[in-house]
């Protein structure tokens, strides 16, 4: 053990991109990189976990028709009317599938990031600098939207689907509906609300309030398995520069907030924190847009838009909205990224030291 610990001191630390070890190349899945996944993992599942009941309200604000009556308003109100309608299940409503979603998405993202650092920077060669964070961030997030989108719209469909929005009425919608006023009533009862689902027969089932149920459901009526991959595009475009600025701010911040002798827990904290709510500001408006074409099929127009694609979606909120229909549940969004990427950031490291310490 003495020998392999003076051997491991000598060489870069793991961030800076160690790529050799007694004079060998590392191979792709040597245990460093194995730790990438393991900790990016951790971090995905601890950082949305704490912070579930505030993810559910922004994604029901983001979606919610605009009626006078019975939207969600309001964080702590809504919170409440959450708990009250549904209990503790409400707040954890649709966490399942994003955990099972955001540990390969974290693991991809975190371990891509490290290994996109190493080849931009010739595995050490060459100073990493901003543009460098910024590309490896940005092409971390497309690889790991990529590889679990299915399971991110599955999820966006159970975080809304037992939530009490009304839908549109008939002269709110489209005059291209074919919904009537009865109709809306049974699509309300079936897709947002459990209470009612012995008054007819298009109530969703239990079955499909569940991860396989609800993929099953969007496959047999939107189009197969294309329909589980609606807004990827658009998903990938926000994800690009979110990741980046979010990855290249963090290391940045922890430069000038953590330096030598003042690197504890509170500041590391604070790094994450900051640069999740800077991140998450500026491309805001790809997250409003992912959403609505993640729900546009959901109970046959009932949520009172359908889009033909992410330009035309862009379009119709901005001219139905305005501008600030881009930022609906900034709020609740911005209250919950602060803890949850301090939290994705500081689990990632701690697990990561954890695995690859001696």
């Not at 995905?44 to 993810?55: K, M, Y």
């Not at 827990?265 to 994450?272: D, Y």
Request: some cysteine; glycine content about 10%; overall charge positive.
């Amino acid at each position: 053990m003495t020998s392999t610990q003076s051997s491991q001191s000598s060489q870069p630390k793991i961030s800076t991109g160690m790529t050799a070890v007694n004079g060998q190349k590392q191979t792709f899945w040597m245990p460093e990189i194995a730790s990438y996944f393991v900790a990016g993992g951790a971090a995905g599942a601890a950082s949305r976990t704490v912070v579930s009941p505030l993810e559910r309200l922004k994604i029901i604000q983001q979606v919610q028709p605009r009626t006078s009556d019975g939207q969600y308003k309001g964080v702590w109100r809504s919170l409440v009317r959450m708990w009250e309608e549904e209990g503790f299940k409400g707040f954890m409503r649709g966490n399942g599938i994003n955990c099972l979603r955001i540990v390969p998405y974290s693991a991809v993202q975190f371990t891509t990031y490290e290994q996109l650092k190493k080849w931009f920077t010739a595995y050490g060669t060459k100073e990493l600098d901003t543009p460098k964070r910024l590309a490896s961030g940005a092409l971390a997030g497309i690889t790991s939207v990529c590889a679990t989108y299915p399971l991110d719209l599955v999820r966006s469909r159970l975080s809304i689907a037992t939530a009490s929005i009304p839908l549109q009425t008939e002269q709110a919608l489209p005059s291209s509906s074919v919904i009537t006023a009865s109709g809306a009533k049974q699509a309300l009862a079936s897709a947002y609300h459990t209470s009612t689902s012995s008054l007819n027969q298009t109530t969703l089932k239990r079955a499909e309030l569940t991860v396989v149920g609800m993929t099953l459901k969007v496959m047999r009526e939107e189009g197969g398995v294309p329909g589980l991959y609606r807004g990827m595009v658009t998903t990938a475009v926000g994800v690009a520069p979110y990741v980046g600025i979010n990855f290249a701010t963090y290391e940045a911040l922890r430069g000038v907030m953590t330096p030598p002798g003042k690197n504890n827990i509170m500041r590391k904290l604070a790094c994450g924190a900051i640069a999740g709510s800077i991140s998450q500001t500026l491309t805001y408006p790809f997250d409003v847009l992912r959403r609505k074409m993640q729900v546009t099929g959901m109970a046959h127009g009932g949520l009172g838009y359908h889009y033909n694609g992410a330009f035309d979606a862009l379009g119709s909120i901005i001219r139905t909205e305005g501008l600030r229909g881009l930022y609906r549940g900034l709020w609740p969004n911005l209250l919950k990224v602060a803890p949850s990427i301090a939290t994705s950031f500081f689990t990632y490291e701690l697990v990561k030291e954890l695995l690859v310490t001696p």
